[in-house]
């Protein structure tokens, strides 16, 4: 598909498809960086602890319960899983701190 072709295509879905295709959109890109700790040259190393490995890490279970939220299926993701998988153990120091933050801000801001 060219760019107008991909641009037709999004358009033509439903609100609700458009949000799923970003959601998977934004799963695929986590995918795409994860080949930047994983592949040869390695321009961030899986090894050591690094935040953007965490973080990218997080982001795709994140991105992975959105998904089946936003699925047709019944299933449905509780607010256990969604903490479990946001401060999912760290090896940065602090990490956790800053996530938890993150998660309590996006909850305030969709209250509001």
């Known amino acids: 598909m060219n760019d107008g072709d ?5 358009d033509s879905l439903a609100r609700e498809a458009r949000a799923r295709v970003l959601a ?9 960086l994860r080949g930047l700790y994983r592949d040869d040259p390695q321009l961030v190393s899986a090894r050591l602890p690094s935040a953007v490995y965490e973080i990218n890490e997080i982001q795709h279970g994140i991105l992975g319960l959105l998904l089946i939220v936003l699925s047709a299926s019944e299933q449905d993701v ?7 998988s946001a401060l999912r153990a760290s ?4 990490l956790d ?3 938890r933050a993150a998660l309590v801000r996006a909850i305030e801001r969709v209250r509001s």
């Open 6 to 10: 991909i641009s037709t295509a999004y």
């Open 78 to 84: 509780a607010g256990p899983a969604i903490v479990a």
């Open 24 to 32: 998977r959109l934004a799963r695929e890109l986590t995918a795409l």
């Open 91 to 94: 090896r940065v120091t602090h």
């Open 97 to 99: 701190t800053h996530v």
